[in-house]
């Protein structure tokens, strides 16, 4: 299969040059050239199947032109070995648990599984593959942890300065080795501006070998299919599911329609973000009005101009009365998110970190007017990832597992830099 840029459809490329390019050279996101189908078979056999099988089952979909059964299993095998429980709350409200891996958030699915496909088709190490990647939170520390030691591999990761929890941020400051922090003076937007632009910087481009590893890039996108498959093989009736997708760059829920346009019973995805609400304004109004991002206690949907916009509305052959009749959208105050984590914690004894009491709000929203449907919540990420807003706001103490308590022994290593694109490209180079 091939993969055309958004930005013009006839712009093709292989699988390989679009996961290392990222970004099309036009400025378009790679998408692939069509969106196979699940046979009936497929989707009625879900419970039968593993997580593993269903996912190498969709990789196959997409990737067995280019890659054979052997590696592609190996790949998946290797990338995606925990678990993505559904967890119950009450007849017709569920949560995924998404942050049961290495860096216990979401980001780990499409960062392992991309780690994997970038190592495989990796020939070429004398000239090192430099990783761009922008965060506003679990994306760096998952990208970082995938890749760190990799032969011929090396990741500058983007992060505001003051916008990112203590935890997360020392998931990826303290690796060192092939991975360098870059603390940008400026907001999570300033910091995709940068790497956007430098993927068009023609000098840079020719004295270093780019790529991204955020949502732009298809490798990390393919991956977060899976878990919404997965989702459904847990359902004991799967008549009339929604599904709230905490949303701040939009990766996560494209992942989802691709796998509704692929044949999952979706009956409704709900776009649910906080203050930052550019797709709940544009599915009111059809304007898409990029913004400069607010700061909130989600700090990771703290996005102004989501770049997967661009591919929501080429799955919908850009309709707006397609998109907005299979998308809702609400936003979200940090008061109302704090409320819904203490409903959650009162109600059902569940505790949930900000970003998935959005999409838990957002969920429970829909089904005070649709309460024949049986809804699904995203939780993204380890509540103790955010302890300073979550203890304080349920009062109690949270137990910080193992693997975090690791990373907070570590020390801080960050470059400070502005949010000049000048001064970014002269430290690649000085790091190259």
């Not at 679009?18 to 790679?30: H, M, Q, T, V």
């Not at 732009?216 to 989702?231: E, K």
């Not at 309709?319 to 819904?340: L, P």
Request: aromatic share 10%; hydrophobic share 40%; charged share 20%.
């Amino acid at each position: 299969m091939r993969y055309y840029s958004t930005q013009n459809p006839t712009n093709k490329m292989s699988l390989k040059n679009a996961l290392f390019k990222g970004l099309a050279p036009d400025k378009g996101l790679y998408m692939p050239e069509h969106i196979p189908s699940f046979d009936k078979k497929f989707i009625t056999s879900l419970t039968e199947r593993s997580f593993q099988e269903i996912c190498f089952h969709i990789a196959s979909l997409f990737l067995s032109d280019d890659i054979d059964k052997h590696n592609l299993r190996k790949i998946v095998e290797t990338s995606i070995n925990f678990d993505a429980p559904l967890i119950k709350l009450n007849e017709n409200t569920h949560i995924l648990e998404l942050w049961h891996g290495p860096t216990l958030a979401f980001k780990d699915f499409g960062a392992r599984f991309m780690a994997q496909l970038m190592g495989h088709f990796l020939e070429d190490t004398s000239k090192p593959l430099h990783i761009l990647v922008a965060t506003s939170g679990d994306t760096g520390s998952a990208i970082a942890n995938s890749f760190l030691g990799v032969e011929g591999i090396k990741v500058s990761v983007l992060f505001p300065k003051n916008r990112v929890s203590n935890i997360q941020e020392q998931q990826f400051t303290t690796l060192g080795e092939n991975i360098t922090a870059l603390e940008v003076d400026g907001s999570f937007d300033d910091c995709q501006r940068l790497v956007k632009t430098a993927f068009l910087d023609k000098k840079l481009n020719k004295a270093l070998r780019l790529t991204s590893a955020n949502s732009i890039n298809i490798g990390r996108l393919i991956p977060q299919t899976f878990y919404y498959v997965y989702a459904f093989s847990q359902l004991k009736n799967t008549e009339d599911v929604v599904i709230s997708v905490p949303s701040g760059n939009f990766g996560n829920l494209t992942a989802g329609i691709i796998a509704m346009k692929m044949g999952l019973p979706v009956k409704k995805f709900i776009a649910s973000t906080n203050i930052n609400k550019i797709f709940p304004t544009y599915l009111r109004s059809g304007v898409f009005t990029p913004s400069s991002s607010a700061q909130t206690i989600s700090n990771a949907m703290d996005v102004g101009n989501p770049s997967n916009f661009e591919r929501i509305v080429d799955l919908f052959h850009h309709s707006f009365d397609k998109v907005k009749d299979a998308i809702i959208g609400f936003y979200f105050t940090d008061d109302e998110t704090r409320s819904a984590m203490q409903q959650m914690h009162s109600e059902f004894d569940y505790i949930v970190d900000p970003h998935g009491a959005v999409g838990y709000i957002g969920l429970i929203n829909y089904l005070k007017k649709h309460p024949e449907s049986k809804g699904i919540c995203l939780g993204t990420a380890h509540p103790a990832k955010f302890l300073n807003v979550v203890e304080p706001t349920l009062k109690t103490d949270i137990k910080v597992p193992n693997r975090l308590q690791s990373f907070m022994m570590k020390q801080k290593k960050s470059v400070q830099i502005s949010n000049v694109y000048g001064d970014f490209a002269n430290q690649m180079f000085e790091n190259n």
